[in-house]
């Protein structure tokens, strides 16, 4: 019996997998958001249930809290927190913040008050109902976002807001709850342990995906020849983080797996080997796929419920209507009400009238307001009416607002490439272009293919690069093609060869992971500087994160043992990391010198902005041989160079390794033994076995 009841189960998983794999062929075809589409077919596929009494299960609320709290939810939170910025998301915390926390807050309030109103919902049913309505779903949000391929800053403004203003939902949900069940008065003390409650439930579940994210990072070093076992560690990371943080700390399981999430972004960005991080992208890709297609399809299967209802409530409707406007004027009054006030802030960066409808129009509500109203007891005042009223507004939201957000983007033209983006995009395609007709001369050399063929190929790309250059040049007329244009153009290219640099001297060995995590942070700031129109800054004093909270903690340590070796280890890694600054902003600005010889060929006359970026580079390399002077005293005490020269070499010798198994000049087993040699030469030096024995670690 059981083996059927499972055979049955998973031959229906299995139809409704094949059911949105198929919609999402028809959706893309016809241009319409898939996920959305899902929750049509899924009403439609409600009907069908008195014919086919197997699918009488799926509209279980149990399962669907269940399923969604804890399957569908972490994945789709860990692949939006893997693949977030987490540096655009630093830069935007205030707006993101101020939405997330006293927004939904003011939100709940308003929609609270406004339903008490208008629907036989008491006080405090409708204040709960406000809680639980207010929250953007990041499950609705991520999802409608990746599809439409909104502009970047608006993305992270809208999903970091959904992401972490769950948490708020939740804490305000439980707090109102708790009021109505045991009938507490709302005084200062309710307020601030519901204040301490948030931070805990916050706080307390964030640190705890960053403790477990750290603990699954080292466990992955321990795997680097193995590009399966990553993708099992994340798997186990994002749904045990979720757990464990939800069901037996009780905090918020949401904040956990985004935490843990971004643990593995920061650090696999150069930490992990490109075939690691290509694995890791395409199975969180899938997996989201996935998590997305039964989650809209679950939500069109419980929204059938609804339209039942309707036909047989009386002012049902009405109600619902009533509570789509009282949403709808909530999320007015606290989107153009709290993001207008924060450009009294320092240092914050203005968002416009066209961001802030986009913002207000876009935040959908969607599986997470509907698993809250599931959690309800039947026995609660005005359960089933609460249940009503967030289909109702989850409905209006994912298939009015969900379907015309495309187009207000649109309208905005947000979507369109700028005068630079588009030059660059032809540029970019001037490279490709001749990246292929590279390949048409070496098959030609193979003389095993019809010329006649070739040539007719090689005729196209001459007629793809020729009018690619008319597009250019077209642009180039433009009256918005001026200095301005040309310098970001110029500082752009720049900065990417800068970037480059960097990957090949860690790739080389000769800078740490933490040192090439730093300055491509300090790239992607320099980048938006350049977007906006502003001149990067000459900042040679960064330091890595991890050396930061390692000089912290060593100045703290040092007033309690100022001779044990753990605070002469710290002190040794800062000054490593501030040699391997210097070298490779050193390095950089001599393979920045072949840009300025491409310049004036592509941008004429402008020889004033050429000189411009020339005497950056200029001045930042003085000041970083200045730098390098200044630890003279140390390179020398510790003899860095050597270890920097030994461990390039040995970084050359795995290559080779790798290179000759590639070609079948060595055996597996071979190649597994001298790598396994190679990688222990490479694990002494990064943990300065060497350095750490000598007895003149004084500084």
Known sequence: MSGEFLVNHMLLALALLLLAAGSAIFFKKIKFPYTIGLVVVGIVLALLINYIPKLGSLTNVLIFHDIIYYVLLPTLIFDAA??????????????????????????????GFLITLTTPLTLG??????????????????????????????????????????ATAIVLFNIILAIIITGTRINGITIGLGVLNFLFVFLGGLLTGVIIGFIAVLIINCSRKEPLTPIAISTVLAFASFIIADHYLKMSGVMSTLGAGIVISWYGGVRFTDEVKQYLLQFWEYASFVANSFIFLLLGLIEWRLIYDIGHSKNLLLYIIYAILAVTVARILVVYGIIPILKFFPKYEKIDLKYQTIIFWGGLRGAVPLALAFSLTSSFEGHRLIIELTLGVVLFTLLVQGTTTKLLIKWFKLDQLSLFEKIMCYQAKLISIANGKEIINKLKAQKYLSINNLELVNKSYDDAGKKTKEYLSDLQKDPEFNSNTIRKLLWYEAVSVEKNAYKLLFDKGLISESVLRELFINIESQRDDIKSGRLPEIDLNGVPVEIKIRSFVYHILKLISPKSKFIKRIKYKTIVSKYEMTLAMITANNHIKSVFGRMPEMYGLQREIIIECQNFYKQRAKNSIKQRKKLEHFITKFNLQKQTIYRAVINAELDSIKELELRGNIPFSVATILTDDIENKISKIARNNESFTKADLKI
């Not at 913040?97 to 929609?111: K, W």
């Not at 207010?134 to 993305?155: E, M, N, Q």
């Open 125 to 166: 049913p409708s204040l709960l109902f406000g809680a639980l309505i207010s929250a953007t779903d990041p499950v609705a949000v991520i999802s409608l976002f990746k599809d439409i391929g909104a502009p970047k800053r608006l993305t992270i403004l809208v999903d970091g807001e959904s992401l972490f203003n769950d």
């Open 82 to 111: 893997v693949n977030i910025d987490s540096r655009l998301l630093v830069k935007n915390l205030l707006p993101i913040f101020a939405l997330a926390a006293p927004g939904l807050v003011i939100s709940t309030i308003l929609v």
